[in-house]
């Protein structure tokens, strides 16, 4: 299996090499244009076959975790519409712009690449994770998704690199998952302090 993570930040480089050091064979798209000046960027263009723009990457991948801005998302969804086969699993790991609609990016994934096979989970992190978790103290990530063979493979996924994976439905739940990330970020924002709050589920 090849997992491919699209986009040029910081959870896309954080979340490969953890895959890496766990032996899958991963390879990273990014844009056309991208400049690999961050050393972690150096380091992997390094390597042969690592770094390749957003369609080649796609087209090498078998399980897709889409890391992203939003602002290349157009493009990334054509790449995958491009593609002659539906049958790659696309894990959405971003978040939308915060409005009080919440418009789901898992939506226009979905409709703009004509894919059924697409999930969410890991969007609590944030594209710029581990930096708004430096200690790396968030063990959780919340997952939806509609297939449940396509689930309990990013379950697997998820817990290899030791998340806690939970899931919380069908797909239909994605635009919640958004909601809890500005939510944190906006309490963030409130305490107007330089750090990050997270959220954690607990039993009782």
Known sequence: MTLGIIGGTKLSTTLGNKY???GLNVV???REEFELRPIEWK???MQKDKVFGYCEAIKRSDVILICCENEYLPLVCHCLSQLESTDKIILDCTNGNYNPNFGCNTKYIQEKSGYERVLKGFNNLGLDYPNSDPLELVKETY???NAEVDKFRIKRLIELIGFRAIDVGDLNNAPLLEAIYHLRKQISHQKNEKIDYHFKLMSV
């Open 28 to 30: 990273f798209g990014v």
């Open 20 to 22: 890496m050091s766990m």
């Open 143 to 145: 997952f939806c998704g």
């Open 43 to 45: 380091i992997l263009s």
